[in-house]
Each structure stands twice: as C-alpha cells, then as structure tokens.
C-alpha cells in the first residue's frame, strides 16, 4: 500500500521538470527536445541532463520546482540543525529517500528534500517515522554532505560506486567457462565495475552483520536489500539495466548454469575478506516475473562453536539442556520458524558433544555448515535420495548420535525414532509454534503416541530476539502499560528499571545490535508421558507443562527484558500468540 514505485516516478518527474522550466522560460521548446532525447539515450535523469548541458544550475532547478509548488527553498549549510535530529530519522530511511530532518516543531518533523513531486516519499515517511512530515527544498548536493555530516558517509559507499558506473556500458554474457578463467587469470578483470560492485554489495552485507542479501527484479527496479537482526533494510539499488549482468556475476561465483533462467538453482559462494576472514555464502536462485530473484545467505561459522549462554540462555535453562543432551539415547527436538535460529543452536549443542570417542553422522537439505569431525551427509531426492534412506544406511554405520534436518515425513519420523529407541541420540528439527505442539505434529504425521512418549527426552521452542545496543543503552522508568505487560503489580514496582537503545551509528539509529533466543523447554517427564499415552491435547500438556515448571516463550523474554538483554516491543512483537 505504501511501496514506492521509484522507476516509474523518476521519468514522469523528469518530464514535469522539463515542462516547468520550459513554462517560465529557462529553456526553450528545442532545449527541451534535446534534454528529453539525451536523458533517455544515456539513462539519466532530466535534472542531471540539464545541468550537463548547462541549461540550469542546481540551485535554479529547485527554486522552479518550490516555487511551483509553493514550498520553501533552503540553503542547508546555513541553517542551525539540531543534531538530535538524527534520532527522529534512521540512516537507513534518511538515504533510502534522500532526506534530511531540518526541524522539529509542534509535532511536525520538516525534512529537506530535493524533489517536491516525490509525494509518494512523503506518504512513506508518513508512515515509516509514525509522525507529521513537511518537506522544504534543497539542492541535492547540499543534501548528501549534510547527510555525510550528520550521519558519516561510510554508508554511502554503494551509492557511490553506483554513480561512478551510471554511463558504463557493462555485460557479463557470453559463455560460462571463458568468462571464468578471465576472472580467475586477469587483474584486468578485477577493475570491472560489476565485479566491484557485487564484491561491495557482498562486504558492505558482512559488515552490517546481515544474515543474507536479497536481489529482486522489480518490475522498473532491481532492488537489494539487507536482512539484519531478522528485520530487512533497503540499500541504493543499481539501476534496473545492471540487473542482468550482477546476477550473472553472481551465478559465475557460484558455478551455476548461466544459460538456466526457467529452473530455480542453488550454490554456493566462498568468498575472502581481507587477509585472515573466508565467509561462506549460499546462494538460491528462482525464476520471477521480472528476472532471477537471488538470494545469498551468509553463513558464518563464527556462531556454532557458541556456548549455550551466548546463545541466550539463562542458567537454569542451560543446566537442562545439557542434563537432556547428556543422556545416551532419545530424540531432542528444537522447533520454531524459519529464521529463529534452530541450525545455529542445534550446532552448538553437537559442537559440545563432538568427542573423539562419539561418531556423530548429520543428514541435511542442504549441509549449511562444514563441520570438522562430523561425517555429513547432502540429501538428494533428485536420484532418491532422501532423508529416509541417508538416515536407514547412516544406522548401519555405527553412529553414537545423529542429527537429522528435519522430520518432513512419516517415514523419517518412523526411523528417527526407532534410532532413539536402539540407543542413539537424535537432533532433529520441526515448524511449530510451540514445544507441546511438535508432540501434536509427530502424532499426525503418524507416528503412534506411545513411541512419541518413549523416545523424546526433550522440546526447544526458540525465537531471536533483537539485543539492545549496548554502546547507546540507557535505562527509563517503565509505564504502568508495560509493567501490566510484563506481569508485575505497578504498586510494587518502585524500583524498577528497564532499558532501550537511544539509537547511534554503532546500531544504525535502531537500538539494536545482534540477536539472542528466548527459549521453551519441555522435558519429558512421566506425568507428560502418561498424558501422551492417553492422547490428550497439546494445549492440555501445555496447561500442564507450565503448572509443573515449564516457562513459555513470552515468560522467558520477560526475563530478559528485566534483565536488559532487550526490550518489552520486541518479545511482544515475537510472542504475539502467546501469554504468561
């Protein structure tokens, strides 16, 4: 409902741009004529076709167009802004849109912009920012050092080079094999704008912390954009022709078929930063309406050599996790959605366990994680082979423990557990909401409730939860709204503090920087046993669970907000379902 449609706003802009210079004479109509046929032959905007040709300055441009809309025209450099400002606006939506916030008075925030016709900007600062936003005119230019000054320009570095090759005529076609043994051999190659462009998009994602890249074909624009701390950013996308030579690049790095455009297509990406750091990336490819949506997942292994507290557990909760995991056989079960984080504490816990007296076999769809002392197995349905079969041949190999992706099917659930019934340890993962649910969804898949109840030791629910920046941390007096929320009596809560992130460039202006879990755990006790013996509901073994000591997903974020790990919105916002 709010989406901007840059691609198309730009030109009819650009041509609006013409027309009121033309209307009071700045340009005549051949001017006009030229500055149309030049824009489109080279791609650039009306704006910056006429200060080329030297028609207009900047200046002249942008008092036209306030003028003509009856806004104020500001020199940035000599206006007072308040660097507190900068709080009200993000980084990323202050470049995303190209604003500056000049003032803030009577509830209305003022940005300073250098196109009055972007209404649809307006409409999205509207809703992005949740206040009143007025916008005055300023040069471009003045814009963006201000926005150096204020903000740093080290996010700027894509937009940059961006600019640098907006009239290259560049193209990665040709065939696969030569077009790689030039990147390999040549120095020369090295220089191309794309490949500089994508090893950017690629660094630029690393330092961000972002978990994976996102290349989209729109229908005008090819957007990219960052995933960080689960929440998606937006980048300076290249213009719509680079699509198809960045995507090329791309599937040159990851030995994919360049002729294949119909078929989705998987690979993966190695990848060295600097002199010591190698990341790994997987890339997915799938065939849409406008082009090839990719998608680069970075994986870095930094995170699966993590203790169980810096995974985000408490104590308590770590001291039942490893009693569970220590036991010789049974099934240990971590559920939640995609994205919460299960791959990460799943290899933590085999990283803790991985002995030179314990074989540990992996079947994954795909491997994500190359682990040192791990025999892993890639399943392949393509030629059959499935979980089901790797996890009936792995049995015959002796393994202590074995960690299966994920139950998909009767089958696979079948021999996991018989796996956990003949004395080995299974790791495996399930999609549902909660840990009493996966009992639920083992049932229904088919697998008779007595052999649930004998071969689960124990459930992990988890999700991610965004931690506060610590370097722009500060603590504030809780509302009685929030202390309701979290469950403790206002009258009583004299003394409590809570904390949030003022916001600064360490975190983005967001708050926030890095991600912990917040957890459920169900043990099978024998209470919980009988009640799955008698195939009782997973409500009612959660109404029991919690009555015997099992604290939700929402109890344990309300710790952690107590704690200052992170703040009251966010484990709302991932618990919405969810209640004391």
Do not use: W
């Not at 007595?450 to 030791?457: D, E, G, K, T």
Request: charged residues 25%; negative net charge; contains cysteine.
């Amino acid at each position: 409902m709010f989406g901007c449609n840059c691609g198309q706003a730009k030109y009819m802009n650009s041509d609006i741009i013409v027309d009121i210079l033309k209307a009071i004479d700045k340009i005549d109509a051949t001017q006009a004529q030229q500055i149309r046929e030049r824009s489109r032959q080279s791609g650039k905007s009306s704006r910056d076709t006429i200060i080329e040709l030297g028609f207009a300055q900047p200046l002249e441009i942008a008092k036209a167009l306030a003028y003509q809309f009856g806004m104020e025209v500001v020199s940035l450099s000599k206006e007072q802004i308040d660097s507190d400002l900068v709080k009200l606006v993000p980084r990323e939506i202050a470049y995303k849109y190209r604003i500056m916030p000049v003032r803030y008075e009577n509830e209305i925030l003022t940005i300073a912009l250098s196109d009055p016709l972007a209404l649809d900007v307006m409409e999205n600062l509207r809703f992005e920012l949740n206040c009143e936003v007025e916008g005055i005119v300023a040069i471009e230019e003045d814009i963006i050092k201000t926005l150096e000054k204020f903000y740093g320009a080290e996010e700027e570095k894509i937009d940059t080079l961006l600019k640098d090759i907006q009239g290259e005529n560049i193209s990665i076609a040709g065939d696969p094999a030569s077009e790689s043994e030039k990147l390999e051999g040549g120095d020369e190659s090295e220089d191309a704008p794309v490949i500089k462009l994508v090893n950017l998009i690629i660094s630029e994602a690393f330092r961000k912390r972002a978990s994976d890249i996102h290349l989209e074909p729109m229908e005008r624009d090819f957007r990219i954009r960052y995933r960080v701390d689960g929440v998606l950013q937006e980048i300076p996308s290249p213009p719509k022709r680079l699509q198809g030579s960045v995507i090329s690049r791309l599937k040159i790095m990851a030995n994919l078929d360049m002729a294949e455009r119909r078929l989705p297509q998987d690979g993966r990406i190695k990848v060295k930063l600097g002199k010591n750091k190698t990341i790994d990336l997987r890339v997915s490819t799938l065939p849409a309406s406008h082009g090839e949506s990719v998608v680069l997942r970075i994986l870095d292994k930094g995170g699966l050599t993590l203790g169980l507290t810096e995974l985000g557990f408490l104590s308590d909760d770590e001291k039942l996790i490893n009693q569970i995991i220590s036991v010789p056989n049974g099934i240990m079960l971590i559920t939640g959605p995609t994205g919460s984080g299960k791959t990460t504490t799943l290899y933590s816990c085999l990283h803790a366990l991985n002995k030179p007296d314990r074989k540990i076999i992996t079947v994954e769809d795909p491997i994500e994680y190359q682990l040192q002392g791990i025999n892993q197995v890639q399943v392949r349905s393509d030629i059959g082979l499935t979980f089901a079969r790797v996890l009936r041949a792995c049995l015959r190999q002796a393994p202590n423990i074995i960690m299966v992706g994920e139950i998909r099917d009767i089958e696979t659930a079948e021999i996991a557990v018989n796996a956990a019934l003949t004395g080995h340890l299974v790791f495996s993962t399930l999609h549902t909401n909660d840990a009493p649910g996966a009992i639920t969804r083992l049932i229904d898949q088919g697998v008779k409730p007595f052999l649930v109840a004998s071969s689960i030791r124990g459930i992990l629910a988890q999700r991610l939860v965004r931690c506060i920046c610590q370097n722009c941390k500060e603590s504030y007096k809780p509302t009685h709204r929030e202390l309701e929320l979290l469950g403790i009596n206002p009258d009583e809560a004299d003394d409590i503090l809570l904390y949030r992130g003022a916001g600064c460039p360490t975190c983005s202006n967001t708050g926030y920087k890095g991600r912990k879990g917040i957890f459920e755990i169900l043990e099978m006790t024998d209470e919980i046993q009988r009640m799955i013996y008698n195939k009782c509901s997973s409500s009612a073994i959660r109404a029991r669970a919690r009555e015997t000591g099992m604290r939700s997903l929402r109890a344990d974020g309300v710790r952690k907000v107590l704690s200052g790990m992170t703040t009251i919105s966010e484990v709302l916002r991932l618990t919405q379902s969810d209640t004391h």
